[in-house]
Structure formats: C-alpha cells, structure tokens
C-alpha cells in the first residue's frame, strides 16, 4: 500500500497512541516519543514497523506519540493511519492474523 497523503489516528489520552503518517522517501522512518520509551520503546517500534509491512508498505514517515497504548491498540491505529493516508475505501479493510 502507498501512503499518498499525511494522516492521523488517534488520541492524546492516556492508554492511547497518536500516529501520523506522512509519504516516506524511499524508506520507514519511526519517530516515537513515548513516557514509556526505555521499558518498552523497541517493542513500540516493532509493532509498528510489522504493522506496516503486513500492510505492504515500504515507504513512511511515521511519528507515534504513545500514552501507555497496547499493541492491539498500537496495530490498529497504524493501520487507521496507513488507509486514511493511501485514500483506500474502508470496505477493503480486513483483520490480520
């Protein structure tokens, strides 16, 4: 999938994650800034980046402002932000493995 234009999904509460999306040049950029960066920031990021390959996407720039979110919560944001940014019908959104 290609991220044609900038998004954004979720919120700034607490137990939540803020991703934006921008088109990449060429490569995944993750940018995060999280209260919770040295317990559990590679594992942020690595939500994030197996989230975008699922997704087959091989070109963002991707800035997560976490609030103490799950994965689940971390995995469907991405994914929020991957379809509002690629401009695809939300018909052709399906669940992963």
Do not use: H, N
């Amino acid at each position: 999938m290609e991220v044609l234009k900038p998004s954004v999904a979720g919120t700034m509460e607490s137990s939540d994650i803020m991703i934006t999306m921008e088109p990449g040049s060429g490569s995944i950029e993750i940018e995060l800034q999280s209260v919770v960066d040295k317990q559990f920031g590679r594992q942020i990021r690595s939500v994030i980046a197996d989230t975008l390959a699922d997704l087959r996407v091989k070109s963002a720039k991707v800035s997560a402002v976490d609030k103490g979110a799950l994965d689940c919560t971390i995995q469907a944001r991405v994914r929020t932000a991957v379809y509002r940014a690629s401009g695809k019908d939300c018909s052709e959104w399906k669940v992963s493995k």
